[in-house]
């Protein structure tokens, strides 16, 4: 069982840049893979980024690539989501999700832990 806690949301302007957070509880964190997920109401939820449980791969969207920084730390038992460059279809809830499956996963439907949620606001 993992418990997630999102935090770092926020208003910012377009530009910018946030640093989400993911405090994860359970003794099993290192073995989860992670990934970050984003959602507008009335859309549905959008892959941002995943990191495998090791840190050593990495996947993003294209529409993050080359902003957007997902990174963890096993001691700590966290993952972070570093947005630069932040633009305004940026605006969501950003959710952070773990599964057990040693490898980046981009579907939402094979993460079975789930955080409440942080709201991000990009404005101009």
């Known amino acids: 069982q993992v418990q997630l806690v999102e935090s770092g949301g926020g208003l910012v302007q377009a530009g910018g840049s946030l640093r989400l957070s993911c405090a994860a509880s359970?003794?099993?964190?290192?073995?989860?893979?992670m990934g970050w997920f984003r959602q507008v109401p009335g859309k549905e939820r959008e892959f941002v980024a995943a990191?495998?449980?090791?840190?050593?791969?990495?996947y993003y969207a294209d529409s993050v690539k080359g902003r957007f920084t997902i990174s963890r730390d096993n001691a700590k038992n966290a993952v972070y989501l570093q947005m630069n460059k932040l633009l305004l279809e940026d605006t969501a809830v950003y959710y952070c999700?773990?599964?057990?499956?040693?490898?980046?996963?981009?579907?939402?439907?094979?993460?079975?832990?789930w955080g409440q949620g942080t709201q991000v606001t990009v404005s101009s």
């Open positions: 990191i495998s449980w090791s840190g050593g791969s990495t």
């Open positions: 359970g003794r099993t964190f290192s073995m989860h893979d």
């Open positions: 999700a773990a599964r057990r499956g040693g490898y980046v996963e981009i579907r939402d439907n094979r993460y079975a832990y």
